[in-house]
């Protein structure tokens, strides 16, 4: 039996990330859902944990900047995660509740942008965290259902950060920056949790 990767779902009205239970029947994690879905982010939760968050499309605020004005998760930060096509994706990095994302607050980086609320946040580069943190990448990039294979579909991310940063392009803007992981924080496994 394959692992299946967690994905969350945002509820606007209720201010609230839910995990999605996928079912042995179905395909994937929202079969069965009516309505298009788009990835607003990520969010950080247990375990050391990344898990990519969707939200209803109809109820989402595009922002000035990264993601959406709408969501009033706490933010932990900005993630770049490298693209199929060469270029490099920013997504906000969300918490269910304060304290959730701690584990990737302390990794340091040197680089920075700013979030869905247009303040200065953190960016971590997804090859540079340690591997006890697991990243899950979202297996509907561009939105559920996908579009159609004949459009060139092009996800909100790259949209406001055209044209995408390759990561060696992202590193080369400060050339004296090093990229250091201090990890102070403990990741855990408490199986009575699950």
């Known amino acids: 039996m394959t692992m299946q990767v967690p994905l969350w779902l945002y509820f606007p009205q209720k201010n609230q990330a839910l995990q999605v239970i996928q079912l042995p029947t179905d395909n994937h994690a929202l079969d069965g859902f009516n309505g298009r879905y788009v990835l607003v982010g990520y969010l950080?939760?247990?375990?050391?944990q990344i898990s990519p968050l969707?939200?209803?499309?109809?109820e989402m605020v595009p922002s000035n900047s990264l993601g959406f004005?709408?969501?009033n998760l706490p933010i932990v930060g900005i993630l770049a995660v490298p693209q199929g096509?060469?270029?490099?994706?920013?997504?906000?990095?969300y918490e269910r509740?304060?304290?959730?994302?701690?584990?990737?607050r302390v990794v340091a980086t040197d680089f920075c942008r700013p979030d869905?609320?247009?303040?200065?946040?953190q960016v971590w580069l997804l090859h540079a965290l340690d591997p006890v943190i697991q990243f899950h990448e979202a297996p509907f990039p561009y939105g559920f259902?996908?579009?159609?294979?004949?459009?060139?579909?092009?996800?909100?991310?790259?949209?406001?950060?055209?044209?995408?940063?390759?990561?060696?392009?992202l590193a080369s803007l400060i050339p004296s920056a090093t990229q250091s992981v201090d990890f102070e924080y403990s990741c855990y496994t408490d199986d009575s949790l699950m």
Do not use: K, M, R, W
């Not at 969707?54 to 109809?58: A, D, F, K, L």
């Not at 096509?85 to 990095?93: K, Q």
């Open 69 to 71: 004005s709408n969501i």
């Open 97 to 104: 509740q304060l304290n959730d994302g701690d584990f990737l």
């Open 145 to 169: 259902p996908p579009p159609p294979i004949e459009a060139a579909p092009i996800p909100h991310a790259l949209q406001l950060f055209s044209p995408a940063l390759i990561e060696q392009e």
């Open 116 to 121: 869905a609320s247009g303040h200065p946040s």
């Open 54 to 58: 969707y939200g209803p499309e109809y």
């Open 85 to 93: 096509s060469g270029g490099t994706g920013f997504h906000t990095v």
């Open 44 to 48: 950080a939760h247990s375990h050391c």
